[in-house]
């Protein structure tokens, strides 16, 4: 059963930083390509960023290219996900998702973990 655990939200002020990490198992992790998407209450899931299963292909969003970072450790087992230069509009519940093979687009049927939240506020 694929298990995603992601962890690392929190509150942070305008401009600050946070490093997202998600723990993964359930599966073999070197094989997937992995995403990070996020979710707003009463609006869609938006696609971040994906990275391809030997981390050397990375993909991102407008929103967020140059200021947010996606990498992974294989032999950890883990997805991370560096946020830099934080805008109140970052503000979101951020969950990681198994892609179906080394590297693809996120689509909504991607097993996803429960999300960790976070806030940026002044």
């Known amino acids: 059963e694929v298990q995603l655990v992601e962890s690392g939200g929190g509150l942070v002020q305008p401009g600050g930083s946070l490093t997202l990490s998600c723990a993964a198992s359930?599966?073999?992790?070197?094989?997937?390509?992995m995403s990070w998407v996020r979710q707003v209450p009463g609006k869609g899931l938006e696609w971040l960023a994906r990275?391809?299963?030997?981390?050397?292909?990375?993909h991102y969003a407008d929103s967020v290219k140059g200021r947010f970072t996606i990498s992974r450790d294989n032999a950890k087992n883990t997805l991370y996900l560096q946020l830099n230069g934080l805008k109140t509009d970052d503000t979101a519940m951020y969950y990681c998702?198994?892609?179906?093979?080394?590297?693809?687009?996120?689509?909504?049927?991607?097993?996803r973990g429960p999300g960790t939240q976070v806030t940026v506020s002044s």
């Open positions: 998702a198994k892609s179906p093979h080394q590297w693809a687009m996120f689509a909504d049927g991607d097993s």
């Open positions: 359930g599966f073999i992790f070197r094989i997937y390509g």
């Open positions: 990275i391809d299963n030997s981390g050397k292909l990375t």
